[in-house]
C-alpha cells in the first residue's frame, strides 16, 4: 500500500464524515440541541483540515467553530427565552 492511497482513503473517511455530520446540523430541530451539533461538527471540519494539511484552518475552526459559535448560539437561545417570559409576565399582569 501506497502513502498515496492512505491519504486519499484519510480524506474521503473525513469528507464522508463532515458530510453526515452537515446533515445532522441541518436535520436537528430544537436550537439548543442544534448548538452541541454545531459544536461537533467544528470538530470534525477541523479533522477534515488537518487531513488536508492545513494545520492553521483547522487550528481557527476549533476556536471559532467549536467554542465561540454554540456558545453565542447558546447565549442568543437563552435571551430570547428571558425576553419571552418577560413579555408573557407583562401580559399576565395586564389581565389581572
Same mark, same amino acid.
Given at each position: 500500500?501506497? &502513502? %498515496?492511497?492512505?491519504?486519499?482513503?484519510?480524506?474521503? =473517511?473525513?469528507?464522508?464524515? =463532515?458530510?453526515?455530520?452537515?446533515?445532522?446540523? @441541518?436535520?436537528?430541530?430544537? *436550537?439548543?440541541?442544534?448548538?452541541?451539533? $454545531? &459544536? @461537533?461538527?467544528?470538530? $470534525?471540519? &477541523?479533522?477534515?483540515?488537518?487531513? $488536508?494539511?492545513?494545520?492553521?484552518?483547522?487550528?481557527?475552526? @476549533?476556536? /471559532?467553530?467549536?467554542?465561540?459559535? *454554540?456558545?453565542? =448560539? =447558546? $447565549?442568543?437561545?437563552?435571551? /430570547?427565552?428571558?425576553?419571552?417570559?418577560?413579555?408573557?409576565?407583562?401580559?399576565? %399582569?395586564?389581565? &389581572?
Amino acid at each position: 500500500m501506497s &502513502s %498515496g492511497f492512505l491519504t486519499n482513503a484519510l480524506i474521503a =473517511v473525513s469528507l464522508t464524515l =463532515v458530510l453526515v455530520g452537515a446533515a445532522v446540523v @441541518v436535520f436537528t430541530r430544537p *436550537p439548543s440541541k442544534q448548538a452541541v451539533v $454545531l &459544536s @461537533v461538527y467544528g470538530i $470534525l471540519l &477541523s479533522i477534515f483540515f488537518v487531513t $488536508l494539511q492545513a494545520p492553521d484552518v483547522a487550528l481557527s475552526q @476549533v476556536a /471559532i467553530g467549536t467554542a465561540v459559535v *454554540p456558545l453565542i =448560539v =447558546v $447565549l442568543s437561545i437563552r435571551k /430570547i427565552a428571558s425576553i419571552r417570559d418577560e413579555a408573557r409576565s407583562e401580559r399576565e %399582569g395586564e389581565q &389581572s
